[in-house]
């Protein structure tokens, strides 16, 4: 069974930086994608990053130059460093599990619990 634990969420300053983790548990991590979600309050769930298991990545456009994607194979262990936030990055971030095919990431139903960023102007 696939498990997904976010950490790392907080509070913080326009500008400020944090780095979010996601420890997967299960035999699958190493052979798929990974991927960083983020939902806003009356917004729709949208992809914020993802990354192949050969390390590929691709980023939503309002977060290019700012955020990087990385994952620790020997740590089932994927990363979210978000720097320069703004207060329209506040969002719950979920990592999940998924695939990745041709530059474009495919989520499967394997969802962490969430962790709150919330940015302050």
């Known amino acids: 069974q696939v498990q997904l634990v976010e950490s790392g969420g907080g509070l913080v300053q326009a500008g400020g930086s944090l780095r979010l983790s996601c420890a997967a548990s299960?035999?699958?991590?190493?052979?798929?994608?990974m991927g960083w979600y983020r939902q806003a309050p009356g917004k729709q769930r949208e992809l914020v990053a993802g990354?192949?298991?050969?390390?590929?990545?691709n980023y939503v456009d309002s977060v290019k130059g700012r955020f990087t994607i990385s994952r620790d194979n020997t740590k089932n262990t994927v990363y979210l460093q978000m720097n320069s936030l703004k207060p329209e990055d506040t969002a719950v971030y979920y990592c999940?599990?998924?695939?990745?095919?041709?530059?474009?990431?495919?989520?499967?139903?394997?969802w962490g619990q969430g962790t709150q960023v919330t940015v302050s102007s």
């Open positions: 990354i192949s298991s050969g390390g590929r990545t």
């Open positions: 999940n599990h998924g695939s990745y095919f041709s530059g474009t990431y495919y989520p499967y139903d394997y």
């Open positions: 299960g035999s699958f991590f190493s052979i798929n994608a």
